[in-house]
């Protein structure tokens, strides 16, 4: 008797949902802060952060990137302690982008 091999199918895998992640101007966070933490959590290279850092400046808000809810609220988690640990007051919050 012969078997017949079954192609096994592929499980269909959905797409995480993302959050932007957003840092908020104000008017006491200096800007070589703002700099600093793009780089440091964003991974932004030097002209990257200083045009994103900008448009903070400018439009009162910009976002920093786009990642899974898990990814996204610890990063905004790490830039809220880190801004306070360095007595700054600057913001960052969670945008969905699936609404």
């Known amino acids: 008797m ?5 192609k096994k199918s592929k499980p269909i895998l959905k797409k995480p ?3 932007e992640v957003i840092l ?5 966070t200096t800007m ?4 600093e933490v793009l780089k440091r959590f ?7 952060a200083e045009t994103i850092m900008l448009k903070i400046h400018i439009e009162g ?12 609220q610890s990063k905004v988690s790490q830039v809220i302690e880190y801004s306070r640990k360095n007595e700054q007051p600057l913001m960052c919050v969670l945008r969905d982008l699936n609404s």
């Not at 070589?32 to 700099?35: A, I, L």
């Open 61 to 72: 808000e910009a976002v920093c990137g786009s990642y899974p809810y898990d990814l996204a």
């Open 17 to 19: 949902k993302t959050f």
């Open 42 to 48: 964003f991974n932004k290279d030097a002209l990257a």
């Open 24 to 28: 908020l101007n104000d008017d006491y």
């Open 32 to 35: 070589e802060f703002v700099v």
């Open 2 to 6: 012969t078997q017949l091999a079954t």
